[in-house]
C-alpha cells in the first residue's frame, strides 16, 4: 500500500507558473504507474496527466498539452506537475494518483492523495 500527499497548490495569476508535489511512502514507489487528476467545482474529475512505472513514457490531457509537464523522481518517492501557462479554467483540486506498474495510459488508479487547491485568477 502507498500513501500520497500532495503540495504545491496556490493562488496565481494568469500566466504564471506553479509546480505540484506528491511524496509517496513506501519503498517501492518505482513500480507505480502515477497520475495527476483534478476536479473543478461543479465538475466531474478529470484526467490531467500520467507517467509509466517502467520507461517513464507520458500522457495528457489536450487541454493541458503543451503547457504542462509530469515527471517523476524515484530516489525522492516524488512525482511532479510543473504547470506553465495557467489559465483561469485551470483552477481546481488536484490529485495525486498511483497504480502498481501502471503505463502512462491508465485511467484507473487504487491509491489516491486528498489533493491540493490551485486557484488561477484572471
Known amino acids: 500500500q502507498v500513501q500520497l500527499v500532495e503540495s504545491g497548490g496556490g493562488l496565481v495569476q494568469a500566466g504564471g507558473s506553479l509546480r505540484l508535489s506528491c511524496t509517496a511512502s513506501?519503498?517501492?514507489?518505482?513500480?507505480?504507474?502515477m497520475g495527476w487528476l483534478r476536479q473543478a467545482p461543479g465538475k466531474e474529475r478529470e484526467f490531467v496527466a500520467a507517467?509509466?512505472?517502467?520507461?517513464?513514457?507520458?500522457d495528457y490531457a489536450d487541454s493541458v498539452k503543451g503547457r504542462f509537464t509530469i515527471s517523476r523522481d524515484n530516489a525522492e518517492n516524488t512525482v511532479y506537475l510543473q504547470k506553465n501557462s495557467l489559465k483561469p479554467e485551470d483552477t481546481a483540486v488536484y490529485y495525486c494518483?498511483?497504480?502498481?506498474?501502471?503505463?502512462?495510459?491508465?485511467?484507473?488508479?487504487?491509491?489516491w492523495g486528498r489533493g491540493t487547491q490551485v486557484t488561477v485568477s484572471s
Open positions: 507517467i509509466s512505472w517502467s520507461d517513464g513514457s507520458t
Open positions: 513506501g519503498r517501492t514507489f518505482s513500480r507505480y504507474g
Open positions: 494518483a498511483a497504480r502498481p506498474y501502471g503505463s502512462a495510459y491508465v485511467r484507473d488508479y487504487n491509491y
